[in-house]
């Protein structure tokens, strides 16, 4: 497939990442120390797999007036898979960073709402989105996550100094008319809606992939039209953000939905997102079907806090070498099926920080330039 390079220009700058799947020299790797149940539930409890109302409404009667840290188990678990994680990224060749511990066990409040804990640094991902030489901070719709970019001021610090640029989106007031206090979950045949309104823009860096010029984006419990338009000002006519509309009711991230693997390669989700309906410019690309997953994400607190789709959640290091989850046999005999290197890697233990690969990075830097791929 032909591209039309745009920009073609040495750049020194340590921070420039136009796609998913150029070279990457730098990423920043989450930590789970100190991780915490996420104290609020207005978000979580509408983007839970289903069947779980029950338990949902046992805990959340419980975290009004109790603290909830991840069981130590968990993060043992889980840091074990985060060691193999980084150990492989160095040994392709890749810089890793990772954010600071923060006291995530500390009440917070602004004049309007108080909450009784936060959550952790596992998934920068959700938090951060590079788009070329600029790192923007996303205006999060989850007040537990309000103060979660402080885990990687030292870092953020650092490339600006370096040269890049650091854009923190309008911080949102959080207050009630945010959520609609009367949210049902959409019953099979209606029509997808979510628990925020459009009262101010929110958005998770998360329901974002780059493709160069063309950004693809969805609206979920934590992402809304203002953000996805603030977004588009933004970065101005250079790029295009394209918006596809999840066929899930849980949605909260792109990233199980959709992801592009190399230059004319996209990975969608069946069951999420209908392939007739994609961006006009994958027309000239191969449309790949993620294979149904292998294993069942692990449990917290007798709760599913993440979509068995997590197998998509894998990372590129370049246009043939991506990390998957090792327990995924069938992702990795379909990615060798349509010509890429899987590195298998143990992770499903950091399933229970709402996140895998994807989720646990952010690709600070990639060998590449500004270019166009429809």
Known sequence: MQTNQLTVAANTCPVSSYNEWDLLEEVIVGVVDGAMVPAWHTIYRAALPPDQDDKMNELTKLMQTQRFPYPKGHIAAAKKNLEEFVHILESEGVVVRRPESVDYAASFSTPSWKVLNGFCSANPRDVFIVIGNDIIEAPMADRTRYFETWAYRTLLKEYFKGGAKWTSAPKPQLIDPLYDSNYQVPGPGEEIRFVITEFEPTFDAADFVRCGRDIVGQKSHVTNMAGIEWLQRHLGDEYRIHVVNSLSPQALHIDTTLIPLAPGKVMINPKNIDPTKLPAFFK??????????????????????ISQWVNMNVISLDEERVIVEKSQESMIRALKDWGFKPIPCTFDDYYPFL?????????VRRRGVLQSYS
């Open 355 to 363: 996140g895998s690969f994807h989720c646990a990075t952010l690709d």
């Open 284 to 305: 000239s690309w191969d449309v790949l079907i993620a294979p149904q997953p292998n294993s069942v994400p692990r449990t917290l607190y007798g709760t599913e806090v």
